[in-house]
């Protein structure tokens, strides 16, 4: 591959399930990052972390849903993959949360991560559904249901390169 092509990546789409859900708040990207890289450490030494590091990073975290997305390259993703099992907690301010990495999905890009967790919070929004105890609960999930569309998504994405596409043309002038 020639030096000036970007390297095929993978990216895992995870969920950080901790003890007690309140610790979702702590989390930051810093502090995934070190993580997943001390458990590659830990999983394959310095040969796993010179494999994996080279396009480590973490694209994505939601603190509130507990939702991650990392990026490795596609050789060495296994390696990273394997390594995530052995997280039992994430520290934070010199705080220890106990907690897991449950991967939901492995993909090539960012969009199909993206595709895969609109489906994904829909099946849980219909689970959820099934628990809601008041009329307005249920018109509240349901209306959340609704709104888990591609639409939305293709909407922001076409924002997103009409922007590109502007800032490309200015740098051109």
Same mark, same amino acid.
């Given at each position: 591959?020639?030096?000036?092509?970007?390297?095929?990546?993978?990216?895992?789409?995870c969920e950080i399930v901790f003890e007690n859900p309140q610790f979702r708040h702590c989390i930051? %990207?810093?502090n995934v990052y070190k993580t997943v890289k001390d458990a590659i450490i830990r999983a394959h030494g310095d040969f796993g972390l010179g494999c994996c590091s080279l396009s480590l990073a973490v694209k994505y975290l939601n603190a509130y849903t507990g939702i991650v997305l990392i990026r490795c390259r596609k050789d060495f993703y296994r390696l990273l993959w394997s390594a995530m099992q052995l997280i039992t907690f994430l520290e934070s301010k010199n705080q220890k949360y106990p907690c897991f990495?449950?991967?939901?999905?492995?993909?090539?890009? +960012?969009?199909?991560?993206q595709k895969f967790l609109i489906q994904y919070n829909r099946k849980q929004l219909l689970l959820l559904l099934k628990d809601?105890?008041?009329?307005?609960?249920r018109e509240?999930?349901?209306r959340? +249901?609704?709104?888990?569309?591609?639409? %939305?998504?293709e909407q922001d994405?076409?924002?997103y390169q009409e922007e590109v596409t502007e800032a490309d043309a200015n740098q051109v002038l």
């Open positions: 591959m020639a030096p000036h092509q970007s390297q095929p990546a993978r990216y895992l789409l930051e %990207e810093k990495f449950n991967t939901l999905h492995v993909g090539g890009t +960012i969009r199909t991560c809601c105890k008041t009329k307005g609960e509240s999930v349901q959340s +249901i609704l709104s888990c569309s591609l639409k %939305e998504l994405q076409l924002k």
